[in-house]
């Protein structure tokens, strides 16, 4: 799922998308210092950065100086969901899975976070579903943990060298090994120790995979295999 580079990559560019990417998640408006700071950057450069992305309308500059999405971005945005078609296929197969009674959610891998696409919860309206929530830690999501079951150990431990992993606190060996039961199985079950207790039943999506969807809820164990088989099916009609 992770694509090889043959040629030497473009470090002005990857420093770009990642400026962007920093920018497009912050919930508030973010100073060049700051934004620097997270990303153990030269605020010179993310400076010069910042200044380009606000001259192509792709970031704004406010009142107080900072920075914050621009009209840019939203069209962007709106142009790949739409020239994608993934929503327009996903949201009836999507609004299906919700007679289950569970939460049902769509999402995407990026580096080592899972961005939610849709996220809906029982009794609230399909609609409200779409972009309600940000980026999460992929290994404290099922998505997540299904989506990083696609790629290869190496890839992984790479991803995650010399850092500590969300959910796993033994460390990278734990998380292969939660990879591995992931393959074996086709699907993701991963349990969630917090106030609600709950559990979440996962699949990948896409030939190759780019997405995943899952349901969320109180699922017992001998529940499981009919919800995989649904998100299996919904899968791949959206796929298709």
């Known amino acids: 799922m992770r694509t090889k580079i043959n040629a030497q990559p473009n470090q002005s560019l990857i420093d770009g998308i990642t400026t962007l990417q920093a920018l497009a998640s912050s919930p508030e408006p973010i100073g060049c210092r700051e934004l620097a700071r997270q990303l153990d950057s030269d605020p010179t450069k ?18 107080n100086r900072k920075y914050t999405a621009g009209p840019g971005m939203h069209v962007l945005a709106a142009q ?15 609004e299906q899975l919700r007679r289950y009674g569970h939460t049902v959610a769509m999402g995407v891998l990026w580096n080592d976070s899972v961005s939610y696409l849709f996220h809906a919860p029982p009794g609230i309206e399909a609609s409200r579903g779409l972009g309600r ?104 009609r959206i796929g298709e």
Not at 46 to 63: D, F, H, M, S, W
Not at 80 to 94: H, K, Q, T, V
Not at 183 to 197: K, P, T
């Open 133 to 236: 929530i940000g980026l999460l830690p992929a290994t404290t999501s099922g998505i997540g943990i299904a989506l990083l079951a696609e790629l290869e150990d190496a890839d992984v431990r790479e991803l995650y060298e010399g850092r500590d992993i969300p959910m796993f606190p033994d460390g990278i060996d734990s998380l292969l090994a939660k990879l591995s039961e992931v393959r074996a199985l086709g699907y993701a079950r991963v349990h969630v120790a917090d106030e609600r207790d709950h559990h979440i039943v996962s699949v990948s999506m896409g030939d190759p995979v780019h997405a995943g969807i899952a349901m969320s809820g109180w699922i017992p164990e001998g529940a499981t295999a009919p919800l995989v088989e649904a998100l299996r099916e919904a899968a791949q």
């Open 46 to 63: 993310i400076n010069r950065l910042l200044k380009t992305l606000a001259y192509l309308g792709i970031a704004r500059q406010t009142a």
């Open 80 to 94: 790949s969901l739409f020239a994608s078609g993934l929503i327009r296929r996903a949201l009836p197969e999507l």
